[in-house]
């Protein structure tokens, strides 16, 4: 059975950093897009960014603009996990973020598309205090 869990949630001050991990079992990441989504009090859920790996050990990965440049997807194949290096953070980044997965290429027009994946993780808090 498949099964996604995130952690390393937390509280932080705005300019802070964290980092989330997204620990797979039942599958490998080979194959597979993995997505991080986030979702505000009162807020639909968005997605925050995606990453899927090519031949040779590379990857393809895409971030949503409002994280461009503060926020790094990257993954650790031998230990199965996926992370989400967050740095400078704001108060707007507060959300319970999510990891997710489904087994094809992320797509530069569907990675952030909630409907496209399968699996969830059952989220993790991120609060960003101004």
């Known amino acids: 059975q498949v099964q996604l869990v995130e952690s390393g949630g937390g509280s932080v001050q705005a300019g802070g950093s964290l980092r989330l991990s997204c620990a797979a079992s039942g599958y490998t990441y080979i194959g597979v897009c993995i997505g991080w989504f986030r979702q505000a009090p009162g807020k639909e859920r968005e997605g925050v960014g995606a990453?899927?790996?090519?031949?040779?050990?590379?990857?393809?990965?895409y971030y949503a603009d409002s994280v461009k440049g503060r926020f790094t997807i990257s993954k650790d194949n031998a230990k199965n996990t996926v992370y989400l290096q967050m740095n400078s953070l704001k108060p707007e980044d507060t959300a319970m973020y999510y990891c997710?997965?489904?087994?094809?290429?992320?797509?530069?027009?569907?990675?952030?598309?909630?409907?496209?994946?399968?699996?969830w993780g059952q989220g993790t808090q991120v609060t960003v205090s101004s």
């Open positions: 997710a997965a489904f087994a094809a290429s992320c797509g530069r027009t569907r990675w952030s598309a909630e409907d496209k994946y399968d699996y």
């Open positions: 990453t899927y790996t090519i031949g040779g050990g590379g990857a393809i990965t």
